[in-house]
């Protein structure tokens, strides 16, 4: 009898949507409310990491990089 491996991927958690890259908007800025909220929740989707695109515009949201 073969059996055949299935790798199970670990939990995503809120720190892999997080960046090295240092946040830049005013203090108190919606903005990190915003990005805080999205580390958050995208952990929950169950959607693998390669399938997320985020797509920002231009100005203080052109800084919203996360992973
Ligand atoms: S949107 Fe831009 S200018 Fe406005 S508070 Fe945020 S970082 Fe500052």
Known sequence: MSETA???KP???PKDFATDQ???WCPGC????ILAQ?????PTL?????????VSGIGCSSRFHII
């Open 46 to 54: 169950g959607i693998p990491k390669e399938n997320i695109v985020i």
């Open 30 to 33: 919606g903005d990190y409310s």
């Open 22 to 24: 240092e946040v830049r």
């Open 6 to 8: 299935t790798a199970v």
């Open 11 to 13: 939990a995503l958690t």
């Open 38 to 42: 999205v580390q958050k929740i995208m």
